[in-house]
């Protein structure tokens, strides 16, 4: 897990210091070195978070040398989870290899496959391949869209994992996309999931399940390499076998996941999908000689607190804690500084989200602060086998539908986005069990009754992991996640934030909503938080309001709130 960056100039010679500066950004995501490569016109950085093969020879950007002699550079960001197997493949077809990374495995594996060399990846991953033979540069972002990977295009060709890097290159113009602006404000949509365009102008993403070509010419050629409804199968097996082959899915997935040479943890929210990683990892440290190159060092959970409020579910993570034997770390949430939970959220984030965002910051420090570099958690599971309450509503012809719309466009792409950018903004790598591939296929070819029945969202996660979960927590009902105690905020910490927000001019002045009439709703409705009880779905339409304007403060305008008198990292 890394930051990746380049940048090609098509003729013209690409200054050191630009490429330097441009990495450098990112240094968040690779706290333990940075590097940069130039070819004449081409350039690649890297700043690196060391995870496998922590000598100096595991470091971007990394050469490798073709059989007939080609040089060709790479710049990764991700992990590729299957890559020992994959090794061991190429070593029998004449591929030698000088580090234990997976690094080199995907350079060898493009030489020999091809762009084909994807299908044979399990992980997440953005990387660019630079042939210096024939000139060209390749770009891929896995199935899923896990890792991100933006690119702007002008006179030359650049690329970078978050938005924010493009804001220190030569030449270039930070200006609002406000057509993106407009849609997220007005149609309450994902970016990541239905747009390729970003709240940048110039500023594309590459989508997921896509890779790119360009050459000398500048020509850019973009091709869609991977779509989940052509691996969907026709499962025919009884239902006990079907929870069987899910179990055993799950089971390898955490295992492949396990491979690190640096400490792994685990995020704790108290509900089934998180509580489910942990405790397959628990019941996998328990075998021997089940995975090369696995972590010993598993036992720390970072848990989000909340006191007094109804987002708190200490009481359900440390049902899971106490069954594993795990060590917790919590994070316990300080009104106090709710001011600066926020803004440095928002600044991590890159883009709108939610005030979900919060929580997710605090336990990826937390973790981090106390030892971890990679952590497991459960997400991707309530898209995946239909985790929500409201979804026992559907009828079995359409669920599987709205379902593979969830997961792929309207929900789970901003949550990714959510989850790499606070974990990287502290140094964590999230891998993610309910993200595997094969997992993924075999979900969605799963038939209505296998995913709601008893009245019970995720029916097949609950049978597979009998015996392994406490009971308390596999056959909870209740729901929380990863949420924010928006009500004790607005009526308490974020209130001066707020207010200084509503009066701003980027606020009165927004096009895409009416400002100063909302501003003053707001300023009246701080003062009694009981209307965010009773409208949960207003709160959070303000807030993406307020956070749309903070976003544009730090990131358009350079500022920092006045509210907060720290300056923006950057």
Not at 94 to 100: A, L, N, S
Not at 507 to 530: M, V, Y
């Amino acid at each position: 897990m890394c930051g990746i960056t380049g940048i090609f100039n098509f003729g013209m010679p690409v200054e050191e210091s630009e490429i330097r500066g441009f990495t450098s950004s990112l240094n968040h995501r690779g706290p333990d070195g940075s590097d940069v490569m130039i070819d004449g016109d081409l350039a690649l950085g890297h700043t690196r978070l060391a995870i496998l093969d922590l000598s100096e020879q595991g470091k971007c950007p990394m050469p490798y040398t073709a059989p007939d002699g080609t040089t060709y550079w790479i710049t990764f960001n991700g992990e590729i989870y299957n890559f020992i197997e994959i090794r061991d493949r190429l070593k029998d077809a004449g591929y030698q290899f000088r580090t234990q990374t997976d690094t080199e495995v995907i350079v060898a594996a493009y030489i020999h496959w091809g762009e084909n060399c994807l299908l044979e990846f399990n992980g997440m991953w953005a990387f660019a391949i630079w042939n210096s033979r024939s000139r060209e540069l390749f770009l891929a972002r896995d199935r899923f869209g896990i890792k991100p990977l933006y690119f702007e295009v002008s006179s030359r060709f650049t690329f970078a994992s978050e938005l924010k890097a493009f804001r220190h290159l030569q030449n270039f113009t930070t200006k609002l996309n406000d057509q993106m602006a407009g849609i997220a404000l007005t149609q309450n949509v994902s970016f990541e999931g239905n747009y390729s365009e970003t709240l940048l102008q110039n500023v594309h993403r590459l989508r997921a399940g896509h890779y790119l070509k360009i050459g000398t010419n500048g020509k850019i050629e973009i091709s869609q390499w991977w779509n989940t409804a052509d691996h969907i199968i026709q499962i025919e097996d009884s239902y006990e076998d079907q929870v069987q082959m899910f179990k055993e899915l799950f089971f390898d997935s955490v295992r492949l996941r396990l491979r690190s040479d640096v400490p792994v943890g685990t995020c704790l929210s108290g509900g089934i999908d998180s509580s489910s990683v942990a405790c397959t990892i628990a019941e996998i440290q328990q075998q021997s000689g089940t995975c090369e190159r696995r972590q010993s060092d598993w036992q720390r959970t970072s848990i989000a607190t909340f006191p007094g409020t109804m987002v708190d579910e200490r009481k359900y993570a440390d049902q899971v804690v106490k069954h594993i034997g795990a060590s917790p770390q919590y994070w316990i949430f300080d009104p106090d500084e709710a001011v600066n939970y926020v803004v440095e959220s928002v600044w991590a984030m890159d883009d709108l989200s939610g005030a979900i965002a919060v929580p997710v910051w605090g336990v990826y420090r937390n973790l981090r602060q106390h030892g971890s570099v990679v952590s497991l958690d459960g997400h991707g599971g309530d898209e995946l086998l239909a985790g929500y309450a409201w979804q026992l509503d559907y009828r079995s012809s359409e669920l599987n539908s709205h379902l593979y719309r969830e997961f792929h466009h309207d929900i789970l792409p901003g949550i990714l986005r959510n989850y790499d950018r606070c974990s990287m903004a502290h140094g964590v790598e999230v891998r993610m069990p309910f993200m595997d591939w094969r997992l993924v296929t075999y979900a969605f070819s799963l038939p209505f009754s296998s995913k709601l029945g008893g009245g019970l969202t995720k029916r097949i996660l609950r049978d597979a992991m009998k015996g392994i979960l406490p009971e308390g927590i596999r056959t909870r009902r209740s729901k929380i996640g990863f949420n924010s105690p928006m009500i004790e905020w607005f009526n308490g910490g974020l209130r001066n934030l707020i207010l200084e927000l509503v009066h701003h001019p980027l606020w009165l002045q927004c096009p895409h909503f009416d400002g100063p009439t909302l501003g003053k709703q707001i300023a009246e409705k701080t003062r009694n938080a009981a209307w965010i009880q009773k409208d949960w779905g207003l709160s959070l339409e303000v807030w993406t309001r307020l956070s749309f304007v903070l976003w544009q403060l730090m990131f358009i305008e350079n500022e920092r709130p006045h509210s907060l008198q720290q300056e923006v990292s950057q």
